[in-house]
């Protein structure tokens, strides 16, 4: 194996769903990066001997559940947002071999978001208490909610989210999910629940700027999606997600831990770089570079969604989206 640090994976359980080799690929060739990047099963509780395997041909790993939070005491460095999340969903690995940390996850929010230039939001209702609500959690607060809703099954798995809100000034609640009923018209909302799982639930949007963000992309469109569009409201799925956060896991990957995480895409991963978007100190959509543009593009046709993010960005450009 020649040791020339160009393999790249997505790590998780299960994984085979994963579209995150064909959205890297997309990128890599639009930036002419000779990158490999494969999928790779790795169960709870399996990934520090693989991290430990590792030779000198790696530069990094995007990590999906459940390995997001079981990855930190593997790193050397963890980036500002990674360690107060308690998330990490991206391992760098530089020319010396150490791991860096971060999470992208909140950028995919986010710039999907704010693509879509709709009033900001005051409320947010975070469907799910795992790592990704933390991510939401944070991205709804980047966006303007200044008050939120956690709903669960069990009240007593959110309590990470307490002192996260606290820190950030968001006013919180966390509730049963049978509670969603007696919330009425919604203004935001993100679902965090695996795909199809808030099919059943209660959900209506307050008008045609309402937005639902479910971050599941398979199987799609869910029930729950479709009711609320039906309704006349805005959605967005995981693809939406995958790309935003994608683009600055290239960043970090194209930049390889050298130290400037703006590098790989010529000035900016869109958001002024994902460890400053990290610190909630930048606007996701100043200053983003052509080649930042070019990548979403690339990345957006890849996995079946149109070149630009739109009120209907969901809808797939053509018939048998992979899922």
Request: no cysteine; charged share 20%; glycine share 12%.
């Amino acid at each position: 194996m020649t040791l020339d640090r160009s393999r790249l994976a997505v790590l998780g359980s299960p994984i085979a769903h994963s579209l995150s080799p064909v959205l890297h690929r997309a990128a890599y060739d639009v930036l002419g990066l000779p990158f490999s990047y494969d999928r790779v099963e790795v169960a709870a509780g399996s990934l520090s001997s693989f991290v430990d395997s590792l030779d000198g041909g790696w530069r990094g790993l995007s990590l999906t559940m459940p390995l997001k939070r079981e990855v930190l005491p593997l790193l050397d460095t963890v980036s500002p947002l990674a360690r107060r999340l308690g998330v990490a969903n991206t391992l760098v690995v530089d020319a010396a071999g150490r791991r860096h940390g971060h999470n992208t996850d909140v950028d995919g929010i986010v710039r999907s978001v704010a693509l879509l230039n709709r009033p900001r939001p005051s409320t947010v209702v975070v469907l799910g208490g795992g790592a990704t609500a933390a991510s939401a959690l944070f991205a709804a607060h980047r966006l303007g909610a200044r008050t939120a809703v956690v709903l669960v099954r069990d009240t007593a798995r959110a309590g990470d989210l307490e002192p996260l809100a606290a820190g950030l000034g968001v006013d919180l609640t966390i509730a049963p999910l049978s509670s969603l009923g007696g919330l009425g018209a919604l203004d935001f909302v993100v679902s965090t629940l695996p795909g199809g799982a808030a099919d059943d639930l209660p959900l209506v949007p307050a008008d045609e700027a309402s937005l639902l963000f479910d971050v599941a992309y398979a199987p799609w469109p869910t029930r729950a999606a479709s009711r609320w569009s039906d309704a006349g409201g805005t959605v967005l799925n995981g693809l939406d997600m995958l790309v935003e956060q994608a683009i600055s896991q290239v960043a970090l990957f194209a930049d390889g831990g050298a130290g400037d995480a703006r590098a790989g895409l010529d000035g900016g991963a869109g958001s002024g770089g994902p460890d400053a978007a990290g610190a909630g100190l930048v606007d996701p959509l100043v200053d983003e570079p052509v080649e930042a543009a070019r990548v979403r593009g690339a990345m957006r046709r890849s996995v079946g969604l149109p070149s630009e993010p739109t009120r209907a960005s969901s809808a797939p450009a053509r018939e048998g989206r992979p899922a």
